[in-house]
């Protein structure tokens, strides 16, 4: 995928922004009270062009980059966590997709059509997503898949899914495959009831001698690896920073607006006027805007191959996730008793905050990754 601007960033960002205000705010609240999965979301998005938002022109893609999907992802998820969550793993495996894919799935998936997702984790290998213990052994002429993948956003509800396993014979640690989401044996074990994110249907989906062909493989035998790496890895830490900006900067917004407007009647005073609420919040925007430059300039390394792009990339994700656990329990901490009401959403970032540490690669993987570059040391 390229790094540098292709388009007018306001064209993207106004249709992401119409969406936003007129479909995926609306229906935030309810998506996260009934764990709805945001297929009404998804419609408009899908209208607006912007599920082929880094699809390439000559499929009927708009031929965005990263830093236009890094920008959509951001203000989705300041209005919907779920649905920033949902959009950001389909833009993962259209990465992929986009670059060793079938033309007719890439042409469906620019038309709105097809939504895709990533389904790396697994139970056996945990937060070590890029060692699959998942099989595929070739058999009459095609290859037959096993494996328990676990936490798959959109399970259940994309079209496909981008499927790693051990290589059929190749080399190497891993293989990637395009899996329709319907093949026989393909099956979503548990529905997902979760603290946080609760409408992206993330749960564990399992294959069972499922049927796939040489066509569907993306990318070589034995090079599930450097995809994961090449590909999937610095598009997956941006958008989930990407997303972990969005929360805290809802979240940030509506602690300030709160605090503003909450007075003491008897001293004539609003809870902005108290020292000790401006620095929280001063810290808190301290702390957004450091990770956002962060976001920016890992953009920047990427777009410009600088020697140090996949340190950022490494440090983006983990910076964003940690920043939104401290910015979204500051806004808690000055709403108070308030921020507990519903009505009020600052505890629906609050919950929604905490996936992406623990998302893999997790935060205190990254900084393992983090420590092993700073001391000199290889990665793996």
């Excluded at 031929?63 to 920008?71: P, Q, S, W, Y």
Aim: aromatic share 6%; net charge neutral.
């Amino acid at each position: 995928m390229e790094h540098g601007p292709i388009m007018d960033t306001a064209t993207y960002q106004q249709r992401s922004n119409r969406v936003v205000a007129d479909v995926i705010a609306p229906s935030a609240a309810e998506v996260d009270k009934d764990a709805r999965y945001p297929r009404g979301n998804l419609d408009a998005l899908a209208q607006a062009g912007l599920l082929g938002l880094i699809s390439a022109k000559e499929v009927g893609g708009i031929g965005g980059d990263m830093r236009a999907a890094a920008v959509v992802v951001e203000d989705i998820a300041a209005a919907c966590g779920s649905t920033a969550m949902v959009v950001g793993m389909h833009y993962c495996g259209t990465a992929v997709i986009e670059k060793f894919g079938r033309a007719d799935v890439r042409k469906a998936i620019a038309a709105g059509r097809h939504v895709t997702t990533l389904a790396f984790s697994e139970a056996g290998s945990r937060s070590h997503f890029w060692a699959p213990v998942g099989t595929a052994v070739a058999v009459d002429g095609g290859i037959v898949l096993d494996g328990m993948k676990s936490w798959i956003t959109s399970a259940g509800e994309a079209d496909s899914y981008v499927w790693s396993s051990k290589p059929v014979s190749a080399a190497g640690a891993s293989t990637i495959w395009l899996v329709p989401a319907k093949a026989a044996g393909v099956s979503t074990v548990a529905p997902f009831d979760g603290l946080g994110m609760r409408g992206n249907a993330s749960s564990p989906v399992k294959g069972a001698r499922v049927k796939v062909s040489e066509a569907d493989r993306l990318g070589a035998d034995g090079g599930g690896f450097d995809v994961m790496m090449g590909v999937v890895l610095p598009i997956f830490q941006m958008l989930n920073a990407s997303a972990s900006l969005g929360i805290a900067e809802s979240a940030l917004q509506k602690a300030a607006a709160h605090v503003a407007q909450t007075r003491f009647q008897h001293l004539g005073q609003s809870l902005a006027d108290l020292p000790t609420i401006r620095a929280y919040l001063a810290k808190a925007r301290i702390k957004l805007d450091a990770a956002r430059t962060l976001r920016d300039d890992t953009l920047a390394a990427l777009q410009s191959n600088r020697a140090d792009a996949m340190l950022r990339v490494l440090e983006v994700k983990a910076a964003a996730a940690e920043a939104a656990l401290e910015i979204t329990d500051t806004a808690m901490r000055v709403c108070g008793g308030a921020a507990f009401r519903k009505d009020v959403g600052i505890e629906r970032h609050f919950r929604d905050a905490r996936a992406a540490s623990v998302m893999a690669p997790t935060s205190d993987v990254l900084y393992d990754f983090i420590g092993k570059a700073v001391c000199g040391l290889p990665l793996f």
